[in-house]
């Protein structure tokens, strides 16, 4: 009865997408260096929900990627530092915001079996 509550299933796929942007985050600092190297990004999470296939199980949202953007450097590479500290900020925000989600929902569900 309580598996299929769509609440849990949301916060899952934030937090999912979150740790998705997390490591691309991760992967656009590592090739800071790297000659012609274009930064990318994950499409947003709401862009994501609302595009997806009515009654789409939200666990399975597809993870995208998209080109970053922003200026090239003369070696070819589009790799910002700062950008990608934003970056990683945003994700860990919305990791947090899942995570409290999460643990509302349980308070509520807690709470209403009495516990």
């Known amino acids: 009865m309580f598996e299929n509550l769509e609440i849990f299933g949301l916060a899952q796929a934030r937090a999912r997408h979150a740790?998705?942007?997390q490591t691309q985050v991760a992967m656009n600092v590592a090739n800071a260096d790297t000659p012609g190297y274009r930064?990318?990004?994950v499409v947003a999470f709401e862009e994501v929900?609302?595009?997806?296939?009515a009654g789409q199980d939200p666990t399975r949202l597809?993870?995208?990627t998209m080109d970053a953007g922003g200026p090239q450097s003369p070696n070819g590479n589009t790799v910002s530092l700062e950008a990608e500290?934003?970056?990683s900020v945003q994700a860990q925000r919305d990791h947090s915001r899942a995570l409290n989600v999460?643990?509302?929902a349980m308070?509520?569900?807690r709470t209403s079996l009495g516990r």
Do not use: K
């Not at 929900?49 to 296939?53: C, E, I, L, Q, S």
């Open 85 to 87: 500290m934003v970056r």
């Open 62 to 64: 597809p993870i995208r």
């Open 49 to 53: 929900f609302r595009t997806a296939n």
């Open 19 to 21: 740790a998705a942007r």
């Open 39 to 41: 930064a990318r990004d």
């Open 107 to 109: 308070n509520v569900l």
């Open 102 to 104: 999460y643990r509302s």
